[in-house]
């Protein structure tokens, strides 16, 4: 795991961790409107990277070089078993929307399979796992309890979606995909994410995942 330069305060770093990975998500569960994500996730993409340029040390080659690392084995048990558990949880809680898309409107379900990796699953990897695991590095915890505490912070930037079932599926997808960035690189981590999030919109777990449909609590 790298870690940031030592003339970083960590401190500051904390206090900077604290604010992005706890405050920002807090606020926009709260108060941001949902047609606005893709906007904030751009926006936070590009303070990422900023701040990973500020920070100095990092391998921007390790965010387009590993492909032949990919593991294929992971991907494929990634599609598989989120296909099966988001077709359970609506079996129990929303059975009429178990491949809804895919049977009613497969041109826009294609549409979702071009875009999601780029315009959401990209942006988040880019935040959670190189500049989480880069620039906080000296902050962390070692070793599993680094992971596990990326699993919690992934899964708290979905308490937009003010859904149990998001965070559980976040936590344990989240605790996955930060074990791939560890282990083989980025772009297993993003080609994990890519292929989970589209499994999930294909069994018509959007219900779930569409910002349009979030209803807050109060």
Not at 111 to 135: D, G, N
Request: net charge positive.
């Amino acid at each position: 795991m790298a870690e940031p330069a030592a003339s970083v305060n960590r401190a500051l770093l904390r206090a900077e961790f604290a604010a992005l990975y706890i405050g920002a998500p807090l606020a926009i569960a709260l108060f941001m409107p949902g047609h606005l994500l893709f906007g904030a996730l751009a926006l936070f993409s590009l303070a990422g990277l900023a701040l990973l340029w500020f920070t100095g040390g990092f391998d921007w080659r390790g965010l387009v070089y590993g492909w032949g690392r990919l593991p294929w084995l992971e991907i494929l048990g990634m599609i598989l078993v989120t296909t099966a558990l988001g077709a359970a949880i609506l079996w129990f809680s929303r059975p009429g929307a178990i491949f809804s898309m895919a049977r009613q409107r497969p041109e826009f379900l294609l549409v979702i399979w071009s875009l999601y990796p780029i315009l959401s699953a990209l942006p988040q990897e880019l935040i959670f796992r190189p500049l989480f695991f880069h620039r906080y590095g000296a902050i962390l915890p070692r070793g599993q309890a680094a992971i596990a505490l990326n699993a919690a912070v992934f899964s708290f930037a979905h308490l937009m979606y003010w859904s149990w079932i998001v965070a559980a599926l976040t936590l344990v997808g989240g605790w996955f995909f930060a074990r791939a960035y560890l282990k083989f690189g980025f772009p297993a981590a993003w080609a994990l994410h890519a292929v989970a999030g589209n499994a999930l919109f294909t069994v018509g777990m959007g219900v779930y995942f569409y910002s349009g449909n979030v209803v807050r609590p109060f």
